[in-house]
Every structure is written in structure tokens, then in C-alpha cells.
């Protein structure tokens, strides 16, 4: 069985951000995550990325491997993710020039 999650929501970032933790996904039953992040519009600066936890706290998480996405241009980036905890959130850091973003997902069982 799978379920399509949208992770983040289309979004504009002026700044740094990290995903609230009321919003975090939790993907502790899903053994594979097929996930898209879209730059729906470039900025001039700043990553994109996945981290995992096994506690949905904010000191808990660790950076999702291979899912650090750029945000100095537009484009779709796929990744199929494995190995990972069970909580799932998005961090976007070193921003600039306010890129649009928005991942979606596919959490397998």
C-alpha cells in the first residue's frame, strides 16, 4: 500500500525556515519514501533538505542522505530513500532571493 503525502506546501522563502513540528511527517510504517522537491522558482542562494528523527524533536534530527537540494535553480529533483527513522521534516537554510518551493511524496509500505 502507498499513500501521497505533500510535505511542504508551495512556498516562498524570504529566510531560513525549518518545518514545524506540529507538521512533521511521521513515516514510521513506510519501509520506501519516493519523494519530489520542486523549485517552483529560483532564488540566489540556499539548500533544501530532508532530515529524519526517531523522536519528533527539534535537536533529534539528522540530515536525510542525499536529499540536499539547491536553491539557486529552478527544477524537480527525485530521490528514493530507503534508510531512514520514522519522523521526516524539511530545513531550508543560507536563503536568499526568496525561492518557491514544494516537495511531494509517495510513503510505501
Not at 503525502?5 to 511521521?26: K, M, N, W, Y
Not at 519501509?31 to 528523527?53: F, P, W, Y
Amino acid at each position: 500500500m502507498a499513500a501521497s503525502v505533500r510535505l511542504l506546501e508551495t512556498r516562498v522563502f524570504p529566510a531560513d525556515a525549518v518545518q514545524d513540528p506540529s507538521e512533521v511527517g511521521d513515516f514510521g510504517a513506510s519501509k520506501e519514501l519516493d519523494i519530489i522537491i520542486r523549485v517552483l522558482k529560483a532564488g540566489t542562494a540556499g539548500t533544501i533538505e530532508l532530515q529524519h528523527a526517531v523522536v519528533n524533536e527539534t535537536s533529534g534530527f539528522l540530515q536525510l542522505a542525499t536529499t540536499v537540494v539547491n536553491l539557486n535553480a529552478a527544477g524537480s529533483t527525485f530521490v528514493q530513500v530507503t534508510a531512514f527513522t520514522r519522523y521526516v521534516r524539511w530545513l531550508v537554510q543560507g536563503v536568499a532571493g526568496s525561492p518557491v518551493v514544494r516537495i511531494d511524496l509517495v510513503a510505501k509500505n
